[in-house]
Structures are given as C-alpha cells and as structure tokens.
C-alpha cells in the first residue's frame, strides 16, 4: 500500500438529481414566456401608427 496522499482516489460524489426547486423555476421559465408571447399578440392588435409632432406618451 502506497503512503503517497496523491495516489488515493476520491471517493465518487454522487450530483444531486433534479429536486422540486428545478421543476418549479422551468414552470416559471415557461410561464414568463407565455406571458411575453400572449402580450406580443395582444399588443400586436392595435394600431401603432406614428403620427408626426404627437408624444408616444
């Protein structure tokens, strides 16, 4: 057996598998995008005509 501390394996960490945190924040994901798509569409209804000299605001 060898005394060297460099020639002993580590022993294998197993990672950690998906939890209930990782599912919660891909439903978000997927919520927020949703939202953005479904406010795209709804923006996308009206009338975005510039009319010179009027404030966007």
């Known amino acids: ?3 060297d501390p460099n020639s002993a394996t580590a022993p294998k960490v197993k990672k950690p598998g998906i939890n209930v945190y990782t599912v ?6 997927v ?5 953005c798509l479904f406010l795209f569409l709804e923006w996308n209804t009206y009338n ?3 009319i010179p000299g009027k404030p966007l605001f």
Not at 24 to 29: D, P, Q, R, W
Not at 31 to 35: D, E, G, N, P
Request: glycine residues 6%; neutral net charge.
């Open 1 to 3: 057996m060898s005394t």
């Open 48 to 50: 975005r005509e510039i």
């Open 31 to 35: 919520a927020i995008c949703l939202a």
């Open 24 to 29: 919660m924040l891909g439903i978000s994901l």
